[in-house]
């Protein structure tokens, strides 16, 4: 039978100093010795039990925290104030049961350990008086206690696509992806594309891309990776987002079979690095102001790309600075000096040899405050010609006379449809960046449970995640965590099962939610790099690199208050079609459609309901949400009648209206956020799966309405006794979800190997 501290009970007399010298999750070079010598010297033990001590002794094999809480239990439950020292502890422990020692045996061995004690310097009452302590401190004995399957949570997370992101797992956890980054920005550069080629190497490149082009027809498939691939280098996600998804997609998206066959195969295996070039100096998110130009030539039937003017140029181009061959440019078209808007072309920009073409001239945009693992550049055209097929053309098309055609005859239509179909951009970067911000909580988490700090008078360190403060720091961000995993699942089957009059909805929830989720992850890793304190700020820990690499992601694919007031516009286009022009009387009909509802919902028993049953009721949320969506939007549109009716011009309205705008976002994206997760758990069969995420539900549930609490104290669906009771209930939420928040990020499964130091599996020092 396996010796262990359970099953012999002659052990028990040195466990006592064994937690102690683990406690602090450090083990000395003189606590190793000493405790090594007594071994070796101890006749009392048999050579089994000699080789058990000292395999709970090793520098590599350091105690889990649950065996550190087991042994600390086991000393607490024989606590006496008759032990003075930790020897004589240890002898209550071993005779608990029956007697091991008697008083002979004790005489022969006692002075022994405490030589020991003394030479580790944890002699005396205080060293026992602090199990005491302990045993009365609530705080100090509240740690992890997982409640549910970690395993059954993770397939839960994963959506049906376990496989696919067990292998990109496979990949990233791989020697050639070690996690050393460059310092050298050039060598960075050259790793990550080293890392993109084995990627297309193993067909994930070109995932999306039909199976006749060498894919998998699997959009969703996709995204799945990009998001994995988050949890090691993002600058390595940006790069394969670039080539696979911003160029490969723009050519699939936007262009016809003779596009397909000439270019999808070779850009899924990276033979053709390619760029996405959109956004210009002076015209960044206002896409239909840009001003380079693709000029048709009558004669060759070729068109002529060309930037006018200095700040005409494409900046901030992905791929350009080093590895791109070609680059989809977006250009008006321009036929015999007529704009014909918007469109979109294949522009070669370097040969094999890397060397840039006539008429185009690259610049380095250098270096950044992130991502410094992708070639960022600045393109000029000089009136460079492309083939007539070079033109993507699914959209529109000018025929053999030279004429500009299209299916799509509205010009505005035809723009937002092409620009809609590369809205995948737009759920590929939150499901990114809300990839980095798990990696972040898992660190401070983890870290969290095993740094202690303070404690009892006389008592042992508390785990700083025991602290009620602490919590509130990081479980409201670990609810939003959940939250966003099944509302950005949501918007990614939307987008895959999308009806064309659903589109203008799907983009409009995906700019927003795109904005919500990145700003989410900025706050969330702020935090997560304080709660590690001074750990949080070195480079191995990694919350630097994650901080820095998606700061970009409130920016790109769309600036995040653009975004927003983009999704308000969306929603308020649809208030319009529920109620018509905002005239007196609809007006008035809506008035009287929010009285009835605040007639249950505004009565003085429910703004003052403070009942716990009541606050965690997932009826009382939604109802909540919807309200506050409802009103905002109403007034919204209210507000800009009123100041059209004033006479001001439609442009001063809208600026005067935008903080209100960003309101209406939230309030739309807080409630389909809501839905989408209580769906999720009303889904689930696993009771202990279904209790856990209940208790997450209920924290983003009620901390969002504590984050509005103004508004509702200022609407009256409130009174400040129910907001006071729901902050209260919001720690309490944050003290339960405690125990299980180590099992909770474990059930990201975050490679090992992408995680900072201090969330490794084995202890450390703190």
Known sequence: MEINFDNNNKLLILLPIIYNIWEDNILTEKEFTAISNYIKGAKWLTEDEKVFIASKIKFSDPPTRSELNNWLNKINSVASNSANTLTELGILMANNDRVIFTGDDIQKIAPDIVKLEISLGISGPEATQRFLNNQNSITNTHNTNQSFNVGLMTSLLNNGQDDLINKVKLIIKSADFELNIPTDTAEFREKVLQWCKILSENGLGSYAYPKEYGGKGDINGYFTIMETLSYHDLSLVIKFGVQFGLWGMSVLSLGTEKHYSKYLNDIGLLNI????????????????????????????????????????????????????????????????????????????????????????????????????????????????????DNMLDKFASVNTNGEFESRIPSDNRRFFTMLGTLVGGRIGIPRSALSAAKVGLATAIKYGDKRRQFGPENGAEVPVLNYRMHQQRLMPYLANSYALTFGLQYLTNRFINRKEEEMQEIEALAAGLKAYATWNTRDTLQECREACGGKGYLSENRIDDLKNDTEIYTTFEGDNTVLMQLTAKNRLSEFRKQFGE???????????????????EKNPFAIRNTDESHLKDAEFHLHAFQYREKEVVASAAKRFKRLIDSGLDAFDAANIMHPHMLQITYSYLDRVVLEQFKLKIDAEKDVALKEVLTRLYNLFALNKIDENKAWYLEQGYMDGIKTKAIRKLISQLCWEIRQDAVPLVQAFDIPESCLGKIASSKIEEA
């Open 273 to 388: 690095p390619g760029c996405f070039a959109m956004t210009e100096t002076h015209h960044g998110s206002n896409v239909k102001g840009i001003k380079t130009t693709a000029t048709y030539n009558h004669i060759n039937r070729s068109f002529t790309i060309h930037t006018p003017e200095k700040y005409d140029r494409k900046e901030y181009i992905g791929n350009a600075a080093n590895h791109g061959e070609m680059a989809t440019v977006f250009a008006k078209l321009i036929i015999d000096d007529k704009d014909y808007g918007v469109n979109a072309f294949i522009v070669p920009i370097r040969n094999k040899a890397k060397q840039t073409l006539p008429g185009i001239a690259i610049e380095d945009c250098g270096h950044k405050m992130g991502l410094n693992g992708v070639d960022n550049g600045i393109i000029y055209f000089d009136n460079v010609e492309i083939p007539y």
């Open 582 to 600: 905002m005239s007196v009387s609809t007006i008035f009909s809506y008035v009287v459609e929010q009285a009835k509802t605040s007639i249950t």
